[in-house]
């Protein structure tokens, strides 16, 4: 069945190293999501992309976060350099045409800086 | 400013007894209204939405939830809970957010989560 998939999904790293983590979303969704959750925060949404194109990423600190498309099947959620308060489970999800649709979530990466 | 509060940030409930998480919402316009389950180690799982049709929704695993817009409530309940409804649960709302550019688009805000345990 269809699903949204994201690698790694658990990720151990030093602080000032660069992260990747992927996302490969249902074929055929157009929106993608990237979200942070954490105990104390609970779910943020930190980019939100339509068609691949960026339309909100104001919840990402823009110093150190960048997120993108390549392509219709692979978005990317970079962290350079990573910090360890940057330690959360980090969840990408994927919709139809629009954030009024149901959001399918991939099982997210853990990630953890030490 | 659209938002959600869910009641209790732990449910503790006997397997075979009712079920019930509270959501309030507080929102400008009619809302679309979510609830999502959160198993161990996973990603949010849609159990039910409301988007305007009938009050009383139904969603999966036995779940249903009413929009009561008087309370501005949009609580989760199951007559009956199993083993295995042992989550966190998370309620949503839907607003229409815009970028710096002007295009609109629908943007999730999630409660706090409220993480239920089954005992025997």
């Known amino acids: 069945d269809a699903r949204v998939t994201q690698t790694p999904r658990d990720k151990v790293t030093e602080m000032g190293q660069e992260v990747t983590m992927r996302c490969q979303p249902i074929?055929?969704?157009?929106?993608v999501f990237w979200y942070r959750q954490t105990m104390m925060q609970g779910l943020e949404l930190l980019a939100y992309?339509?068609?691949?194109?960026?339309?909100?990423d104001s919840g990402m600190p823009k110093d150190r976060f960048s997120a993108e498309m390549p392509d219709a099947t692979l978005a990317t959620l970079k962290i350079q350099p990573s910090e360890p308060r940057d330690s959360a489970v980090y969840f990408c999800?994927?919709?139809?045409?629009?954030?009024?649709?149901?959001?399918?979530f991939g099982p997210g990466t853990r990630l953890t800086v030490l | 400013a659209q938002s959600v509060t869910q009641l209790g940030s732990h449910v503790s409930v006997s397997e075979g007894a009712l079920v019930l998480l509270r959501c309030n919402y507080s929102?400008?316009?009619?809302?679309?209204l979510f609830w999502y389950v959160q198993y161990p180690n996973q990603g949010l799982q849609l159990l039910l939405k409301?988007?305007?049709?009938?009050?009383l929704v139904k969603g999966i695993n036995g779940f249903e939830a009413e929009f009561k817009k008087s309370e501005t409530s949009f609580h989760l309940t199951k007559p009956s809970a199993h083993m295995s409804d042992a989550a966190e649960y998370f309620c949503?709302?839907?607003?229409?957010?815009?970028?710096?550019?002007?295009?609109?688009?629908?943007?999730?805000?999630f409660g706090q989560g409220t993480i239920l345990t089954v005992h025997p």
């Open positions: 949503a709302v839907s607003r229409t957010a815009a970028n710096a550019g002007g295009t609109s688009y629908g943007k999730l805000t």
């Open positions: 992309f339509r068609n691949r194109a960026p339309l909100d």
């Open positions: 409301y988007t305007s049709a009938a009050t």
């Open positions: 074929l055929g969704h157009n929106t």
């Open positions: 929102s400008s316009v009619p809302p679309y």
């Open positions: 999800a994927s919709s139809l045409s629009s954030g009024y649709n149901e959001q399918f």
